[in-house]
C-alpha cells in the first residue's frame, strides 16, 4: 500500500510546509501575503458614518412629510410630490450603502459619501433656483427657516450633509495611526 502523496498547501506530518501553504500554528501571515490595505482613519470615518445615518434619517422625514401631505392635497397630479418620496427615498438608501462602507473604513467608501453629500448639498440648494421655480434667497429662506417640516428637513439634510462630507475628507485624508490588523504572538 502507497502513502497518499502529499496535498499542495498542506505539509506532511513532520515536514516543513510547503512555500505558499498555510503557516504553521501561530506563525502569523503566510509567506505570500501582501502589506495589509490601507484603511480610513477610524474615528473620522465612524464620526462620518453617524453624520450620514442623520443625512439618511432626514432624508426620509422628508420622503415621509411628502406621503403624509400628499392626502389632503386636491392637486390631480402629485408627479412632485412622487418625486420627492422616490427621491428622498434612493438618496437615502445611496446614504445608508455608503455610510456601511464608511463603517468598513474602506477609503473608496469615505470618498464616495464624500462625493455623495456634496452633490445633495449642491442640488438641494442650486436646481431648484437654476431652473427658475424660486430665487436663491427663496430657497434659502425655505431650507433654514424651519417653517415647515419638509423645509426643516432638507436643511437639516443640508447641514448634515456638509458635516459628513467634511468628516468623510478627513477620514479619507489622514492616515490610521493604528495598525489595521494584529497578528498572534509567535512563540
Known amino acids: 500500500m502507497q502513502p497518499n502523496p502529499p496535498q499542495p498547501g498542506f505539509p506532511q506530518y513532520g515536514q516543513p510546509p510547503m512555500p505558499g501553504g498555510p503557516a504553521p500554528r501561530g506563525g502569523g501571515p503566510g509567506p505570500f501575503a501582501g502589506p495589509p490595505k490601507?484603511?480610513?482613519?477610524a474615528a473620522a470615518a465612524m464620526a462620518a458614518g453617524n453624520l450620514a445615518l442623520l443625512s439618511a434619517g432626514m432624508l426620509i422625514w422628508f420622503a415621509l412629510y411628502n406621503i403624509a401631505t400628499v392626502g389632503g392635497s386636491a392637486d390631480p397630479s402629485p408627479s412632485p410630490v412622487v418625486e420627492n418620496v422616490?427621491?428622498?427615498a434612493i438618496g437615502a438608501g445611496l446614504l445608508f450603502i455608503a455610510a456601511a462602507l464608511a463603517f468598513a473604513r474602506r477609503i473608496a467608501g469615505v470618498w464616495a459619501l464624500y462625493a455623495l453629500c456634496m452633490l445633495y448639498v449642491v442640488a438641494i440648494l442650486f436646481v431648484q433656483p437654476l431652473g427658475g421655480t424660486?430665487?436663491?434667497?427663496?430657497q434659502l429662506k425655505w431650507l433654514f427657516g424651519f417653517q415647515k417640516g419638509n423645509g426643516a428637513a432638507m436643511g437639516m439634510t443640508v447641514i448634515f450633509s456638509?458635516?459628513?462630507?467634511?468628516m468623510a475628507a478627513i477620514a479619507g485624508t489622514v492616515k490610521s495611526q493604528a495598525p489595521t490588523t494584529t497578528a498572534p504572538p509567535r512563540p
Open 86 to 88: 422616490v427621491g428622498g
Open 38 to 41: 490601507p484603511r480610513a482613519n
Open 162 to 166: 456638509v458635516s459628513t462630507a467634511i
Open 134 to 138: 424660486t430665487t436663491f434667497g427663496g
